[in-house]
């Protein structure tokens, strides 16, 4: 059973940076690893994904700002997020698929494991 723990989350002033890990136990990535992100009253959104040849998708409004990665050693994934905005302030979750269909878009609805969450808050 494939277990997703996140790490990293905080508090962090507009402009800053902040990285955010997710270890996989239990089982492999799967066809890809991603990262989603859910403000209050609002729709969890993907933000990247890591196909398992390494292909990257960014979401529109994180491009040039956050970068994706993995380490296979650690079985760890990374979201390394710069120039940080208030906007960006939400819970961000880990995910993994097991779904061909994750290689198209970064949808919520192709991945079958998920991480508990970590709160990222910019202000």
């Known amino acids: 059973h494939v277990q997703l723990v996140e790490s990293g989350g905080g508090s962090v002033q507009a ?27 609002k729709e969890r959104e993907g933000v990247a994904s890591l196909e398992s040849d390494g292909t990257t998708k960014y979401t529109d409004s994180v491009k040039g700002r956050f970068t994706i990665s993995r380490d296979r050693a650690k079985n760890t994934h990374y979201l390394q997020m710069n120039s940080l905005k208030p906007e960006d302030t939400a819970v961000y979750y880990c995910a993994a ?18 991480g508990q969450g970590t709160q990222v808050t910019v202000s």
């Not at 698929?97 to 998920?114: G, L, V």
Request: aromatic fraction near 16%; include cysteine.
């Open 15 to 41: 402009g800053g940076s902040l990285t955010l890990s997710c270890r996989v136990s239990g089982g492999t990535s799967g066809h890809c690893m991603g990262w989603f992100r859910q403000a209050p009253e």
């Open 97 to 114: 698929s097991d779904d061909i269909r994750c290689k198209y878009e970064i949808t919520s609805s192709y991945f079958n494991y998920w």
